[in-house]
């Protein structure tokens, strides 16, 4: 660790245990996903989530008996939780109602009546309603997974024309694997925070991969100068590359991860769950954009092209020999 | 080489300074009890529904039905927009999306209104447009049993909207301005003749209503006899194209019902507007006390380059700039605007510690500055371009589909829906215009302030911009 601060970290030595380090932690939080299950939000998985504030007393089971007494609703799920109020410290106390079906306008307003109706004495108050035909919610979220997809491939794209002289491909490949690494991080960061996957899921993914490339490129860029000036092995360059240009990744690390945490922090304060789904799996993200850019990508890279340069040895000595 | 001047220091901080004070404060006039902004100002930034509360729909063709054009979906757009405009509301956002054959609408509450009821406001803006012609443009006003009062017409009932085939926009060669023909049915071709017979010969009008609306009221030039009419005078391109939009939809006999619909209570934004202010506050303090310790010199001008960066990305979204108009910002909008300032610093990050190698290597100061701003110019320059191709993509896949953006990335997500929630789309955006800025102000005038500013001569010390102390 010293090492790292002073500036001469055997990167490419190391880059095993971080490798296995990073494996490790990905299948701990896959085992954990496996557990907790991933839950999926309105706007994508389609259905209709009533939100209603309440005063009072009230039971999950009574809402559901009254549901399930007066209106069909398929898969309904009732959960009462808490927010706070607008310009004040008041909590306020939420009744969330979920089913598959599309309900319309009309039947909202059905089902409100006869919630305010029967549970008078909690003076229920319409908070919030999303209701989207399941179809248009599956379509929209294969278009963001098609939309990562498409920003994964124009940045690799990027990197490889950007990079060709010291080995596009494999330089962009293993960019590729890194922001792999990043994505599946940021995914668990909501498996694990509980946050259902939404829009914001979207944003914070495509953000992170531009993150996460920016840092790798910027290695890249001083492994590009520092072959021509050193003319050494490319592991040397690599180490040098990856220890010059540290302080700067630590340091935009550092600003980034400041950002989005106090937006994280003050968000948990005021107990704003809008902000809080895309600020915590931001800073989560921003995390593991730092740690692949600086500790995976790099490394990885100079073994594949170790082997390569090993293999074209071999060739043109068994060529040698005929 | 050429010197900076010591005098730029000073000039790009008075600009940063004055592009701060302004894009935050605004510049107003005042003419009586009007009070126009001359400039936008942080107050004139409209904020999206998920902090003011509102609702956000998307309205397609009811089921069964078949057969809808593009200027179809137009015209329902058009009717929904007359009617937001008939309620009072104007900072809506509606689209068209004539890919999916849907209409996007977003629209926050009213700020006097108490009694929130989504479902009522969408019945209401979705219903089927009633279009009729009336003899003559005389109204008065009625009040209904809610007491809202309506213009009506006091002349007959000409046609309805069932008689009207439909209307196109025109270039009319002869007087050189745009005009709008109209067709009918065969059941609406007497009763137009009889109309336009009585109105002519008196010099009268004949008016058009959408619903609670009179759209036009022309003169009746000549007696038409044969259903297809023509209205002249006065319109351009865009007016009469609305004309024709409004007559078509209220032509329209099918239904639209709500495929998608969201509301939110306005209980829930305030606070979050006040909190992420805060946010941003602590955010960049923060962030201007680790830089300035880091990198000295080079971090107080960093941290004024942000200052200018924080203030072009408010103005992007104010529409302070007359070439970019105002732009909805929402939580996560805001949450980019500050992201931003994390990522953006990145480009002074890079600058400074090549500035402080060259430094160390014991280079002389204007040396190591110049050699550290260009040598650190390519690794900024691709970091930018990475985020600003995510941010692109953010835009094109959240924004409406009729935005530029969408249409870069028509050809791959041409087959999906417009989003069915609308809040990202600004964090692109704040995202995208953070980037633009850094660009301005992290290196253009970053690097003018700081080979300025060390030419004074209590500034030349190595050690502030990061070498050995002497």
Known sequence: MKDLFKGNFAYVKNSKYLWMFAGGLILICLILNLILGTSVDVAFKGGTLAKFAYEGDLTEQAVVDYLSKDFKLNALDVQLSEATASGSDEKYQLINIYTTDELGTDEVTKLADGLTKNFAANKLTQDSINSIQST????????????????????????????????????????????????????????LFRIPL????????????????NGTIVVYDRVRANRRKLRAPLTEVANVSLNETFKRNLNTFITTFLAIATVAVVAFVENLDAIISFAIPMAVGVVAGFFSSTFLCIPAWVAWMNKREAKKAAKERSGGKK | MKRTPKAAFFIVFVVIAALVYTSFFGVYQNFGDRRDAVIKGASDIRFGIDIRGGVDATFKPAEGVTGVTDDQIQGVKDVIELRLVADGITDYEVYADTANQSVIVRFPWKSDETNFDPQAALAEIGQTARLAFYYGHE?????????????????DLVLTGADVDNATVYFDNESGEYAVSLKLLESGKEAFATATKKQYESGGTISIWLDHDMISYPKVNAVIGDGSASISGGFDLESATDLANLINAGALDFDIVVANYGSISP????????????????AFILIAIFIILTYRLPGVIAVIALAGQVAGSIAAVSGYFSFLNGFTLTLPGIAGIILSVGMGIDANVITAERIREEARLGKTIDGSIATGCKSSFSAIFDGNVTTMLVAVILMGVFGPPSGLFAKILYPFLFMFPAATTGTVYSFGYTLLMGIIFNFIMGVFASRLMLQSVTRFKIFRKPWLIGGVRE
């Open chain 1, 136 to 191: 248009m919610g599956k379509m929209f979220f294969l278009k963001c997974m098609v939309a990562v997809a498409i920003a994964a491939v124009v940045l690799i794209i990027y990197v490889g024309l950007r990079f060709r002289k010291i080995g596009g491909w494999p330089a962009g490949v293993m960019a590729m694997v890194a922001l792999l690494h990043d994505l599946t991080i940021a995914y668990f960061a909501f498996v």
């Open chain 1, 198 to 213: 939404n829009d914001n899921f979207v944003a914070v993914v495509l953000t992170i991969l531009g993150y996460s490339l």
């Open chain 2, 139 to 155: 109204t008065t006003t009625e009040t209904d049993a809610e007491g809202n009062t309506y213009q009506v017409p006091t002349g």
């Open chain 2, 267 to 282: 209980t829930l934004g305030a606070s979050a507007l006040d909190a992420m202010v805060l946010a941003g506050i602590i």
